[in-house]
């Protein structure tokens, strides 16, 4: 099976730097996905590592260790509009037929103050 | 492009009661989802279908039935609902090889009475 966690909320002011971490549990993990949704909305898409190591998508960046299952989501120079839920996401298969579904974290709900 | 939709938006249900959520997307995505969402537990995988005329379980089947007769669209059914369905749900669709990057439709929020 699979398991994930991260904190159940976080707090921060505009222009700072918050880091939401996720731990997992998972048999054949292929990688780790970030989705952000704000309330009332879906769930988008934020990045995607397979590898160890940092992707930087413009003030989003998301690290990876697989030798510690371990992951994390850095939000720079914060603003008003980035107060949503944030999901970590394991990437793992099922070995009778090959698919990779999602499973999903239980959501890190970040508040933006001003 | 609309990506993914979904209808109906909203729906009230008494126990016992089907109905069919419909979701379509016009991305050309070959895999498509259904998730249901609750508070404080994420998202979790009702079914899913790699193809036209393929469907298999997820997480929480029980309950649920799917068909996808046509590439652009994926429905799931509820057959005699329950008060435990009461949920919001959530399909989605990806590419094969990008899996991790899945395309949310807005979600049905559906009460069941």
């Known amino acids: 099976g699979q398991s994930l966690e991260q904190p159940s909320e976080v707090t921060a002011v505009e222009g700072a730097i918050v880091q939401i971490n996720c731990t997992y549990q998972?048999?054949?993990?292929?990688?780790l996905s970030w989705y952000q949704q704000h309330d009332g909305g879906a769930p988008t898409f934020l990045s995607y590592n397979a590898l160890d190591g940092l992707e930087e998508t413009g003030r989003f960046s998301s690290f990876l260790s697989r030798s510690d299952s371990y992951g994390y989501l850095l939000l720079q120079e914060l603003q008003m509009k980035d107060s949503a839920s944030y999901f970590c996401a394991v990437r793992g298969g099922e070995t009778n037929t090959g698919f990779q579904k999602l499973v999903f974290g239980t959501g890190t709900r970040l508040l933006v103050s001003p | 492009n609309a990506g993914v939709t979904q209808t109906p938006k909203f729906r009230v249900l008494k126990t016992g009661q089907s109905m069919t959520l419909l979701c379509a997307q016009d991305m050309n995505h070959e895999y498509m989802y259904w998730y249901r969402q609750d508070p404080g537990m994420g998202l979790r995988l009702i079914h899913y279908?790699?193809?036209?005329?393929?469907?298999a379980k997820g997480e929480v089947p029980d309950g649920y039935n799917v068909s996808r007769l046509k590439k652009q669209n994926f429905l799931l059914g509820l057959e005699s609902a329950a008060p435990s369905q009461t949920s919001v749900y959530f399909c989605?669709?990806?590419?094969?090889?990008?899996?991790?990057?899945?395309?949310f439709g807005p979600g049905t929020r559906l009460t069941v009475t």
């Open positions: 989605a669709s990806s590419y094969p090889d990008r899996a991790y990057e899945q395309y």
């Open positions: 998972t048999s054949g993990f292929y990688g």
């Open positions: 279908s790699v193809g036209e005329g393929t469907t």
